[in-house]
């Protein structure tokens, strides 16, 4: 994080106390609260004041009518007593304030009121009623009379009614107010505890936040809410933010120490075109940065603008494009000039708006200078007999001397500046000065072009450029990618060459017969010869290349390098015969062996003149050396798996055969039945690992059957297509007409899936993968991958992949049992191991193709077989649940355990079970039991009668009984199975391996019981 990123923004000003959240919230909180509850009170009121209005008129009305009898009869008495006690009794309600008896004439009777009583008026019922008065009047009947014989009136004044009703309203609106504020106060509480003051805890955590010492606290009452995934969020930004910085900051200090330790200076225009930033380097110059912004390009120009380089480059940046290394001189002031090399790119905006360029710049006088002092030497070299040209980075002429020029007089006239090297050789092809290239002049040509240096790789060839005129040429690339011709005149010394080639003809010829190499060093002059079949020993076509010593060297393997050269340096040195071995590599990347032969030839003092010798190829030796060794190593191992797969496969045996039982007895015990199954798995791990380990170190296949192996590749392309998903391409490339051959078809299914599987391996970040048949012919006559098979026909199943590749030591031991370059646990080390032994048994070869970086091509080359493809027998179909019978068998196996498996097995199943740990005890345990049906007996025990032996005897006691062998390993099973005893073959035949399974068991015991013979 850069050091000012935390102060980029001030923290804010503490906030006042009125500005909180939690003090809005409370305010907003009492003026709600009040609101809603004088609203409601007012409603309220207003309800009970209109139930008292109707309340209170009703109770008018009844007072009247309760009194109206009695004051019917004052009335009709004129009883004026009576009157006054009617009219006091009504003067006693509250409300009532007149009240009044007339006779039948309308004179007032009896009258009284409450004028004498002060009475005490409410604001709101004066607001209200005012001086309004209520007046309630009855006529006054007699008995059995319908005409009034009188009338009574009452008068009612509302503030005598509503003065306390009013007075009681404001008591409650008051206490109902006190209430809601109360509530508000309490609401405003409980906001500030559970959002304003986390929101403050928070806001004051993120303006202190240092991301490097802290993480916002969240309080454990909220951990579940909002406010705490408001806190998670916050730190997760706060990460990201340090992870972005840091990022940043990292790129920041990258691009400053890359812009610091180079040379070179960074500069970017803006859309005007003029200068907005120059990197420190600009100061080498002796200029600020700061002197260059909202400069233009033509003011840094100096009075070197009014050429046609610089106003195309002007034009360039008036048009927007990129250029790179761009040239041009700058004027200092006074005699000072410093040359420029730029680079730059334009920049656009989202919007696609141009918004400037940013390049980088250097300053290349010193290389100029050198360019222009290299050429003031070509002037000074002119005059002497050595040739010298130069040509430009495009390969087109820029000048050359006297002594060049002479050599090439046919074409002088167009050898002038800025003619391509390509347009000289075409015109002196044409001219016939090249007599080399008459009749393949374009094949000529192209191959003179690839002689052109690279860089760091200089070129030595001769030419002739006329009759007896032959010139040695050197040429190589300058720093600034030019090319520089520097050329000798070897006439002579071709002469004694061409006369010692000629004496040596008839050698040459007998050498090229016998395919070997003959070379000659001049030990004097140091030059060197080789013969044209020597080129070709060392992969290049006659006269292709200069031959030298370090060329010879430079093929030479790098294991081998060093003790061929000390041989060959030592036996110069000490003027002594040599003949030593080593690898080289090709052109091509391909691996021979070369055998060199040869000896110091001195004159009569003792002195080496040159050493000479011959180059034989001996790399079909080398490989029937490697292939006798090969066999040798896995028949070896052949016989160390089957010594000891015997004894393994009967521990196998007792272990998965347990483990069935323990997953039988095991029932409803979930966690006993998963651990079991574990260890049922690892069994049969091991099984598999044996059944690899006796595969390969098999002699015969178990079964060969003519098949297609267009067939057998299609078999499993489905399987090898789904193991190849993206980022692979995989490609079958099967070839039509392809012949038919002889293997065992699960063998040839399991090599392909080896190599496949490999090949995979080989790719881990893709790549692509071509699976391929051909119809092949071998010849006696032909080298390298055929050369250690039998000639014939065979065909050729190849896999070929884009991957790692193989070095010549992982090479030289990929067939190696055990041997994997697969990190551990990733691989047995078998597999290929089982394709080599796969195609010993078949009679076919299996090679190998790989160069470093570029690949791997693995070949099966499988005899070819006349005849009709064999029907493959499909996968037996098992029945529903395992096989039972009531038959009486006998086991026989010297290892206990084993035995007790069976014995459990074969009982559970219904079986009546005899057994025996050795022949001896099971021949004498079947004469003494003549209603034994089957004999079930392991291979190979202790004693003097093996399996083989005790079946052939016990036919003798019983030809009617069934047998079935069984073991883990038997060197005489192949044997047996296709010998001359057709029992032994027939038992070989069906023989049951071990480990073997419940299952297995059961059906092989049941196939053998329901067996016709």
């Not at 920041?252 to 200076?265: I, L, N, Q, T, Y």
């Not at 995979?760 to 051909?774: E, I, N, Q």
């Not at 005890?921 to 039991?929: D, G, M, P, S």
């Not at 392991?938 to 005790?950: C, E, F, N, T």
Request: charged content about 25%.
């Amino acid at each position: 994080m850069s050091e000012n990123t935390n102060n980029l923004v001030s923290p804010p000003a503490p906030l006042s106390y009125f500005d909180r959240l939690s003090f809005k919230q409370a305010i907003l909180a009492v003026v709600i609260a009040l609101a809603l509850g004088f609203a409601m009170s007012l409603v309220q009121g207003y309800i009970s004041f209109k139930n008292k209005l109707s309340e209170s008129q009703i109770a008018s009305e009844q007072s009247v009518r309760s009194a109206k009898d009695a004051a019917s009869f004052a009335a009709f008495s004129l009883d004026r007593e009576l009157g006054k006690k009617i009219v006091l009794g009504l003067l006693e309600y509250d409300f009532v304030v007149l009240a009044e008896i007339y006779d039948e004439t309308g004179n007032l009777l009896v009258s009284g009121d409450r004028k004498a009583h002060t009475i005490e008026h409410n604001w709101f019922s004066d607001l209200v009623f005012d001086d309004t008065v209520w007046e309630y009047a009855v006529d006054l009947l007699a008995k059995s009379q319908t005409n009034p014989i009188g009338r009574l009136k009452i008068a009612v004044h509302p503030d005598l009614i509503f003065g306390g009703f009013v007075d009681d309203w404001f008591r409650t609106l008051v206490l109902e107010l006190f209430r809601n504020a109360l509530l508000a106060i309490i609401l405003a509480v409980a906001f500030y505890t559970l959002i304003t003051r986390p929101i403050e805890k928070l806001t004051k955590y993120v303006n202190a936040y240092n991301s490097d010492q802290h993480r916002l606290p969240i309080d454990p009452m909220h951990r579940r809410d909002e406010i705490g995934e408001l806190s998670e969020s916050i730190n997760r930004h706060f990460e990201l933010q340090r992870k972005t910085e840091s990022a940043l900051s990292q790129s920041e200090h990258r691009f400053r120490d890359f812009a610091v330790s180079s040379s070179d200076w960074l500069w970017e225009m803006g859309a005007d075109l003029r200068f907005s930033y120059m990197s420190d380097n600009i100061r080498n110059l002796g200029i600020e940065p700061t002197d260059i912004y909202g400069k233009s390009r033509q003011e840094l120009f100096g009075g070197h603008t009014n050429t046609q380089q610089i106003r195309d480059h002007l034009q360039d940046l008036e048009n927007h494009l990129p250029f790179r290394d761009f040239v041009f001189l700058r004027e200092n002031g006074g005699d000072s000039e410093t040359w420029i090399r730029t680079s730059g790119i334009p920049i656009f905006d989202e919007t696609n708006t141009f918004v400037g360029y940013r390049g980088s710049a250097s300053d290349i006088s010193k290389q100029i200078a050198a360019e222009q002092q290299a050429l003031s030497l070509v002037d000074a070299i002119d005059a002497i007999e050595i040739g010298f040209s130069l040509w430009d980075a495009d390969d087109c002429f820029i000048r050359s001397n006297r002594t060049y020029r002479s050599w090439l007089s046919g074409v002088d006239d167009i050898l002038r500046p800025g003619v391509r090297f390509e347009d000289v050789l075409r015109s002196l092809v044409d001219r016939g000065e090249r007599p080399e290239a008459v009749g393949r002049e374009e094949e000529w040509l192209q191959d003179r072009l690839k002689l052109r240096p690279k860089k760091n790789e200089p070129i030595v060839y001769d030419f002739q450029v006329s009759a007896g005129v032959w010139i040695e040429s050197h040429e190589f690339r300058t720093i600034d990618n030019r090319i520089m011709t520097i050329g000798l005149n070897i006439s002579e010394r071709k002469q004694e060459e061409i006369w010692l080639l000629n004496s040596e003809e008839k050698l040459s010829l007998a050498l090229e017969a016998s395919k070997s190499g003959y070379w000659v060093r001049d030990l004097r002059s140091g030059d060197i010869f080789w013969s044209d079949e020597n080129f070709r020993l060392l992969g290049y076509e006659p006269h292709s290349v200069q031959p030298s010593f370090d060329a010879w060297k430079g093929l030479i393997h790098p294991d081998d390098k060093d003790l061929a050269v000390s041989r060959f340096l030592s036996a110069v040195d000490n003027q002594s015969e040599f003949d030593f071995e080593f690898r080289i590599y090709l052109p091509s990347g391909a691996i021979r062996w070369l055998q060199n032969i040869g000896k110091s030839i001195v004159d009569a003092n003792g002195n080496a003149l040159v050493v000479t010798g011959i180059q034989l190829d001996i790399t079909e030796r080398k490989n029937l050396e490697e292939h006798l060794y090969q066999s040798h190593k896995m028949e070896s191992i052949g016989q160390l798996t089957g010594g000891i797969a015997h004894d393994f496969n009967n521990i196998l045996s007792v272990i998965l055969g347990n483990l069935e039982l323990v997953l039988d007895l095991a029932a409803d015990n979930d966690e006993l039945i998963g651990r079991a199954k574990i260890a049922h798995s690892g069994a049969l791990r091991g099984a598999e690992l044996t059944r690899k380990l006796l595969n390969f170190s098999r002699n015969e296949p178990l079964e060969q059957k003519i098949v297609s192996p267009n067939t057998s590749v299609n078999e499993v392309r489905e399987l090898i297509e789904k193991s190849f998903t993206a980022p692979y391409e995989v490609h079958f490339e099967l070839q039509d007409g392809l012949w038919l051959t002889r293997a065992d078809p699960g063998d040839f299914e399991d090599a392909l899936l080896n190599i496949t599987l490999n090949a995979r391996d080989a790719m881990p970040k893709g790549g692509r993968l071509v699976v391929s048949t051909s119809n092949v012919t071998v010849r006696d006559e032909d080298e390298g991958v055929f050369s250690s098979m039998v000639p014939g026909d065979y065909v050729k199943v190849t896999v070929s992949d884009t991957g790692i590749g193989m070095t010549p030591e992982v090479k030289a031991k990929v067939f190696d049992p055990f041997f994997t370059t697969k990190g551990r646990g990733k691989g047995t080390g078998l597999g290929m191991s089982m394709v080599y032994s796969f195609t010993e048994r078949t009679g076919g070869h299996v090679g190998i193709q790989s160069v470093p970086k570029k690949g791997t091509a693995v070949s099966l080359f499988l005899p070819r077989a006349e005849g009709e493809v064999d029907l493959i027998d499909g996968i037996e179909q098992g029945q529903e649940g395992v096989p039972t019978g009531n038959e009486a068998i006998l086991i026989v196996d010297d290892e206990d355990q084993v035995c007790e498996f069976a014995n459990i097995v074969l009982t559970s199943l219904g079986y009546t079970t005899f057994t025996a740990h050795s022949g001896e005890q099971a021949l004498t345990l079947l004469e003494e039991t003549p209603e034994i049906d089957l004999l079930f007996s392991d291979v190979v025990m202790s004693g003097k009668i093996d399996g083989y032996d005790l079946a052939s005897k016990s036919l003798e006691l019983n030809p009617l009984i069934k047998i079935i062998l069984t073991t883990g390993y038997d060197a005489k099973q192949e044997a047996n199975r296709i010998g001359k005893n057709q029992l032994f073959a027939e038992l070989a035949g069906n023989m049951l391996r071990k480990p073997y399974r419940k299952l297995d068991l059961a059906k092989h015991v049941r196939r053998a019981l329901d067996s016709a013979i």
